[in-house]
């Protein structure tokens, strides 16, 4: 499987990029985790939108958000284009309803998950794990048989995210804060923290995304190499990761 970042940024985007949205492509099966601001004029980078098979929403927070109703319309005006029918799922938590009832256009079909739930899309098995955050959440553990991607999606720090990510190829955090700070007021991880998960749960990669908009964020990757001995990254624009590089 691939993974291509199309968005890092926690709140809101800086110029020319995107809040968090990730793209996972298999067998030439594609889907988006997250939909947040600026990701519909950086996805075309990497893909062709209207060829997304499913897209997979952690939260309703705007900074996963933003760019769902422009993505409806992508649909929208796409099969207008091809005298197409072509619908596209997105799958959310139906916890806030009314948020949840915005997922569905005339071209999106809202599918609900919950936290026990198994789904299956394409080569790709995805399980939830309900976060720590002002609103409900959930992280995404999928497989596609052969490697295994964790996303915590928005969390403040959480033991159970030590098993969820047990031995997983490749972890991606959100590191909004640097060691020291406390992210539990908003609900965010720190560097510290996202390392911490990294180690116990012994993955292979972390990848620290979801950035704050001050410091010096490569200071980020410095004090997670304090604990976690493994590959770490910082998140940016069309980073790829694939099963073969790992
Ligand atoms: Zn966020
Ligand atoms: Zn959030």
Known sequence: MLLTVVGFWGAYPEID??????????DDYKILLDCGSGALAQLPKYTDVFGLDALFISHYHQDHIADLGVLQYHFLVQNAIHQTNKTLPIYGHNEDEQAFSKLNHQATNAIAYGP????????FTITYLKTKHPVPCYAM???????????????????AFIPFAK?????????????????????????????II?????????????HPHFGNRKQLKKEAEKIYRGR??????????????H
């Open 167 to 195: 031995d997983a190829d490749l972890l991606i955090t959100d590191c909004s804060f640097y060691e020291g700070q406390d992210g539990t007021g908003p609900g965010h991880m720190t560097s510290e923290e996202s390392a």
């Open 198 to 210: 990294a180690k116990e749960a012994h993955v292979s990669h972390l990848l620290l995304s979801h």
């Open 17 to 26: 990029s995107a809040t968090s949205c990730y793209l996972l492509e298999k």
């Open 141 to 159: 553990r999928i497989t596609d048989g052969e490697s295994v991607i964790v996303y915590t999606a928005d969390s403040s720090y959480l033991d």
């Open 116 to 123: 026990n739930d198994l789904v299956k899309v394409g080569p």
């Open 232 to 245: 770490i990254d910082l998140a940016k624009a069309g980073f790829h990761w694939s099963t073969s590089s």
